[in-house]
């Protein structure tokens, strides 16, 4: 168990639906970061907080969106689903955030969208 | 654009074995990472490499970085059973904090 947790674990939607998922960094740590997992796209770095601001961005979509609040905690809203968007999505924390720091990872959510 | 390759994209081994991943890169960056996913589970760190000439072990595995040649490996020291996963490596573009993910050596170790 890597102390970070995910919610939900599973999803299943309809096309141009919005969700929501929700990630806790382990206790302590600053920076939360964001991964899609799909076959098409294999890993794809999506975005990554820290301390509440965004620190970098990466393939994210427009229709994507992400926040890291007070409490560290984050959220991932997707928006105007697509099929493509179907994928697992990893969120992952470290202590600071820095190219130095070992990533946690979450245990994913799987997202389907029918 | 930063390209990360990884080879072999399969490998099916003998316990005992000794083998090697590959993972080249298309641009300059001195920070690249290995991870391991096993089957229908989350990603895990294995090794952080910052610098050229860097090496890590842990155990049966031990990973390198030539940022000259643009190539890390991650050498697999007589295999076990346990070792079967994914193994992915990633670069991060240089000074940017922005992660590029090579498509993943699926290993197999067979007994």
């Known amino acids: 168990d890597s102390g970070v947790t995910q919610t939900p674990k599973h999803l299943i939607t309809a096309t141009g639906q919005r969700v929501t998922l929700r990630c806790s960094p382990r206790?302590?740590?600053?920076?939360v970061y964001w991964y899609q997992q799909s076959l098409d796209q294999g890993l794809q770095f999506l975005i990554q907080?820290?301390?509440?601001?965004?620190?970098a961005k990466g393939n994210i979509l427009e229709r994507f969106s992400a926040q890291q609040f007070p409490d560290l905690h984050s959220e991932l809203n997707l928006s105007s689903l697509e099929l493509g968007d179907s994928a697992l999505y990893f969120c992952?924390?470290?202590?600071?955030?820095?190219?130095?720091?070992?990533?946690?990872f979450g245990p994913g959510t799987r997202l389907t969208v029918l | 654009e930063l390209k990360v390759e990884q080879n072999p994209l399969f490998l099916s081994m003998q316990e005992g074995k000794n083998y090697t991943i590959y993972c080249n890169y298309s641009?300059?960056?001195?920070?690249l990472y290995w991870y391991r996913q096993d089957p229908g589970k989350s990603l895990e760190s294995l090794f952080v490499?910052?610098?050229?000439?860097a090496v890590k072990q842990e155990g049966r595995l031990m990973a390198s970085l030539d940022t000259k040649a643009r190539l890390s490996t991650l050498h697999i020291t007589a295999a076990v059973h346990d070792l079967s996963a994914t193994y992915f490596c990633?670069?991060?573009?240089?000074?940017?904090?922005?992660?590029?993910f090579g498509t993943g050596t699926r290993l197999k170790v067979l007994a």
């Open positions: 490499l910052l610098s050229n000439g």
């Open positions: 907080y820290y301390n509440g601001e965004e620190r």
């Open positions: 206790s302590g740590d600053l920076s």
């Open positions: 990633a670069v991060e573009r240089e000074g940017t904090y922005k992660y590029i």
């Open positions: 641009t300059t960056s001195d920070r």
């Open positions: 992952a924390s470290s202590a600071s955030g820095t190219s130095t720091d070992t990533q946690y």
